[in-house]
């Protein structure tokens, strides 16, 4: 089966270097769809390009994250759910270009984090959904299915919020793309409780606990890390910008 993988993707000094990371991972998956959807008005001349030359199957999306649930620059980022309204972009793309009996996995790939190239040969064989642990991840070494057996899920190991339908973070789960197609309101949201984007979305899918295949041999492995990317200092270039005068306006950084 395809995996097809929706990315969600926005403006900032380092999405060159992040997306460069992650395609170079990508080009080693094979039968893979990358689906990235931008948060922008239009597609970007740098996410334009730097797809047309990564060597990937790509669909290229955009759908602006409404201001009302827009990041500032200034605000904490937990402040608010990242990556909504361009994954359900990516969501109404495969509702309405692959046919229903399509026999996919879907995965949701953050630009920042690190993927194994083991993960993306777990999730393919998802029958329904699957889950696995994810590094790093809930202020814990990891967090998602912590005990496993005969590929069902024990036990979730997490300490954040435990009470949530699903306490796994985004990298922890694939779903077979027939769900989507027999579950066509299943989306994400901008309106619920911090934590719990995953679980909205699986819970709109009719999914439980007890449903999700266990991976990563049991779910006693790390294939994948909720890293993030460090803001770099750029305190000269931004007064140089504010003078008028980036410090080479033809450098694609
Ligand atoms: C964690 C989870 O790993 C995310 O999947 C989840 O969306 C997020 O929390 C959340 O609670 O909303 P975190 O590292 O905190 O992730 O979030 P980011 O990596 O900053 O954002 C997740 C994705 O959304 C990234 O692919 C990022 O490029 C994208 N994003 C972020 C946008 O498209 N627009 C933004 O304004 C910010
Ligand atoms: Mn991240």
Known sequence: PTIYAI???????????DLTRLAQTLLHVPNFRWIVVEDSDTKTPLVTRFLKFSGLQYTHLNAKTDTNFKLKSTDPNWLLPRGVSQRNEGLRWIRENLPANT???????????TYTLQIFEEMRSTKVASAWP???????????????????????????????PFPIDMAGFA??????????????SNSVPRGYLESHFLTGLKLQRQDMEAKANECSEVLVWHTR?????????????KQGKSSNSKMEV
């Open 7 to 17: 990315t969600p993707t926005y403006a900032r000094w380092t999405q060159k270097a």
């Open 103 to 113: 026999g996919g996995v879907l995965y949701f790939l953050d630009d920042d984090n």
């Open 134 to 164: 994810v590094g790093l991840s809930g202020g814990l070494k990891f967090e998602g299915p912590g005990k496993c057996e005969n590929g069902k899920v024990l036990e979730w190991y997490t300490a954040w919020k435990p009470e949530r």
């Open 175 to 188: 779903v077979h793309l027939k769900l989507l197609f027999q579950h066509p309101e299943a989306q994400y």
């Open 229 to 241: 990317t460090e803001k770099p200092k750029m305190k000269h270039e931004e007064a140089l910008i």
